[in-house]
C-alpha cells in the first residue's frame, strides 16, 4: 500500500501561472482534504470532498480550484498563482467517521515567484 | 468558534528529559482532540487521540488526557529520545464532523 501520493514534491512558478497538484490514496477513502501549511499558522484546510463528485470549500479557498475525479483522486489547481500562496500543500484521506484517523501525503513545496 | 492554542516552541530538551506540550481549546459541543507528530520532510502523522472528556490517548510512550474543566489536552512523555524531535500538532474536530482544525505545532528538538 502506498497510502496518499502527491505529485509533485517541489515546483516554482511565476507569477500568473497554472499548475495542478495530484493527489491519489489506495485505502478506499471516502473522505479527502487539501491544506496548505505555512510557518507559524499550522495547517490550514483549503477544500474538502466527503465522496466522488462533492466538494466543499475550507477555511481558505479563495484562488483555488479543486476536482474530485474519482475515489482515488482529489486535484488542487491554482489558475493564477500569487506570491501568497508560496506553501507546503498536504493531501489528506480518510474514513468518513467521526473522529476518523486523517492519513497524510508527504506534501508539494510551492514557491510562487 | 473553534480553536486551538499550543505553546510557542521550540521546546528543547535533553534525552531522558521529561516532556509537556501544553495545548488549549475553544469549542462548541464536545469535540474529539488529536495529537499528530510530523518528522522532517514528511507528512504528518496520527500520534494519539482521544473522543471524549477524562479519556487518556496513549501511543509510544506519549499520554494526553481530554480535561473538559480545563479545556486542555496536554502531551507528555517521561523520558524523550534523540528520534522524538519532530513537530507536534495539536487538532480538535468538532462535533458531528470529521474535519480537523490545528494549533500553529510545536517544534520539539532532543539532544543526546
Known amino acids: 500500500n502506498a497510502g496518499v501520493t502527491q505529485t509533485p514534491k517541489f515546483q516554482v512558478l511565476k507569477t500568473g501561472q497554472s499548475m495542478t497538484l495530484q493527489c491519489a490514496q489506495d485505502?478506499?477513502?471516502?473522505?479527502m482534504y487539501w491544506y496548505r501549511q505555512d510557518p507559524g499558522m499550522g495547517l490550514r484546510l483549503i477544500y474538502y470532498?466527503?465522496?466522488?463528485?462533492?466538494?466543499d470549500k475550507g477555511e481558505v479557498p479563495n484562488g483555488y480550484n479543486v476536482s474530485r475525479l474519482n475515489k482515488r483522486e482529489f486535484s488542487l489547481r491554482l489558475e493564477s498563482a500569487a506570491p501568497s500562496q508560496t506553501s507546503v500543500y498536504f493531501c489528506?484521506?480518510?474514513?468518513?467517521?467521526?473522529?476518523?484517523?486523517?492519513?497524510f501525503g508527504p506534501g508539494t513545496r510551492l514557491t510562487v515567484l | 468558534g473553534n480553536s486551538v492554542t499550543q505553546m510557542e516552541g521550540p521546546v528543547t530538551l535533553s534525552e531522558e528529559a521529561f516532556l509537556t506540550i501544553n495545548c488549549t481549546y475553544t469549542?462548541?459541543?464536545?469535540?474529539?482532540l488529536f495529537w499528530y507528530v510530523q518528522y522532517p520532510g514528511e507528512g504528518l502523522q496520527l500520534l494519539l487521540k482521544?473522543?471524549?472528556?477524562?479519556d487518556k490517548g496513549s501511543n509510544k510512550g506519549f499520554e494526553a488526557t481530554y480535561r473538559k474543566e480545563t479545556t486542555s489536552f496536554h502531551l507528555e512523555k517521561g523520558s524523550v529520545q534523540v528520534s522524538d524531535s519532530a513537530v507536534y500538532f495539536c487538532?480538535?474536530?468538532?462535533?458531528?464532523?470529521?474535519?480537523?482544525?490545528f494549533g500553529t505545532g510545536t517544534r520539539l528538538q532532543v539532544f543526546p
Open positions: 470532498s466527503a465522496s466522488e463528485g462533492t466538494t
Open positions: 489528506a484521506s480518510s474514513e468518513a467517521t467521526l473522529a476518523a484517523e486523517q492519513f
Open positions: 487538532a480538535l474536530s468538532p462535533y458531528n464532523t470529521d474535519k480537523l482544525i
Open positions: 485505502m478506499n477513502h471516502n473522505s
Open positions: 469549542a462548541t459541543g464536545y469535540p474529539s
Open positions: 482521544a473522543t471524549k472528556a477524562d
